[in-house]
């Protein structure tokens, strides 16, 4: 039996006729925080959405291969996939509010999953989430304001609230502090620190020092496929590939 949360074996991903991921296999354990890294256009982002499926929502992208949520294929027909994508959460680089009130942000998942079964419920629900993803103390008492009024850095903890919310398993993070400035970013690597002992991480970065920052492991993409997986330490400080060195070093990318 394979203990990992998330298991990719064999994985290729094409765009109409293009391959963008050839033949990656790599595992993700709880408790762990799993930098992707690689230089742009080298598949990272291609790769994290074949982990809730959101791929499916990209008309010629086609997946080929076998994902695992303990043990469970996700692209099984009988998959439901918005309950895969609660136990699989996703934050993008853009905060992505929706047009609603802090609150209804938070609000919304547990709801339509049933996951409260009243008010008062849904209310500890909403104000843990916050308290979870740092942003309560700035938000409770404004929690109807809308979500979008709210600073970027506020935004980003917000949808983290929001993924947080359904309790999932699994936190996919597409390069979450790209659109923010260095305090917003401190912020949300702190939060990644918080939040590492409760669920699988797995971080896009174009930074480098984030990557070593906040990742316990390192995965380096290179042409679509996976070139060199290990420690985030090894990866950096005695990477064993030549490409990695390169890429680590600055050489390229
Ligand atoms: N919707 C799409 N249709 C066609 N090709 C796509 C699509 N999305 C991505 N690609 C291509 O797939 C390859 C991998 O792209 P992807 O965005 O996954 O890379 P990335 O490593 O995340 O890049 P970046 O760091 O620049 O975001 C690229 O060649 C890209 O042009």
């Not at 935004?155 to 309790?167: E, F, M, N, P, T």
Request: aromatic share 6%; with cysteine; proline share 4%.
């Amino acid at each position: 039996m394979n203990a990992s949360k998330i298991s990719a074996r064999n994985v290729n991903v094409f765009y109409g006729q293009k391959q963008a991921i050839s033949d990656v296999s790599l595992d993700f354990d709880s408790d762990v925080v799993t930098a992707l890294i690689g230089p742009s256009g080298c598949g990272k982002s291609t790769f994290l959405r074949t982990l809730n499926r959101m791929n499916d929502t990209i008309a010629n992208a086609r997946v080929e291969g076998r994902i695992a949520l303990d043990g469970e294929d996700i692209y099984a027909a009988e998959m439901d996939v918005v309950q895969l994508r609660a136990r699989v959460g996703m934050v993008f680089q853009k905060p992505n509010p929706f047009p609603k009130s802090i609150f209804e942000n938070v609000a919304y998942g547990p709801r339509i999953h049933g996951l409260a079964s009243g008010s008062a419920q849904l209310a500890d629900i909403v104000e843990r989430s916050l308290k979870r993803a740092g942003l309560w103390d700035e938000v409770k008492d404004r929690l109807s304001d809308s979500g979008t009024a709210l600073s970027g850095g506020q935004q980003q903890r917000l949808c983290i609230a929001r993924a947080i919310a359904v309790d999932p398993e699994v936190i996919l993070m597409d390069e979450p502090c790209s659109a923010l400035d260095p305090i917003a970013t401190a912020r949300i690597e702190e939060l990644i620190h918080e939040l590492k002992g409760r669920y699988a991480i797995v971080i896009v970065t174009h930074n480098m020092q984030q990557a070593a920052r906040v990742s316990q492991r390192t995965a380096f993409f290179h042409l679509g496929s996976l070139v060199e997986y290990g420690t985030t330490s090894d990866i950096f400080t005695n990477p064993r590939q030549e490409r990695t060195k390169d890429y680590i070093t600055g050489r390229y990318g």
